[in-house]
């Protein structure tokens, strides 16, 4: 599948993190870290973040820890972060909402 591979530029990402200030920009990532109301909430984020990664064909590091589900996104064939990524980002965190109001 291609896809545009276009590096977003630094004013493109600060532009992202101003309209979604729970993500930031470490380790050439952006990451975020949601709190679910339980854990099975948050296992079913990771479902819902799970279908929506396969279907755009890129995938989050994800770690879960008890409630806590962090995602970190980057797009390695690239070199660095893409429209994919804060595409994903933005993605997830509908979904999160989505689970949150379903609890």
Do not use: C, N
């Not at 799970?50 to 879960?64: C, L, R, Y």
């Not at 972060?81 to 595409?87: A, I, V, Y």
Request: charge should be negative; hydrophobic fraction near 45%.
């Amino acid at each position: 599948m291609a896809y545009d591979r276009t590096l977003l530029t630094p004013e493109a990402l600060q532009t992202f993190l101003a309209q979604h200030s729970d993500w930031r920009h470490e380790g050439g990532m952006i990451r975020r870290t949601y709190e679910a109301p339980s854990f099975l909430a948050g296992i079913a984020f990771v479902e819902k973040v799970a279908h929506a990664a396969e279907k755009a064909d890129h995938h989050p590091d994800i770690d879960i820890r008890w409630r806590k589900v962090t995602l970190a996104l980057v797009t390695h064939d690239a070199g660095g972060l893409t429209f994919r990524d804060t595409q994903l980002a933005s993605e997830a965190d509908a979904l999160f909402a989505e689970v949150v109001r379903a609890k």
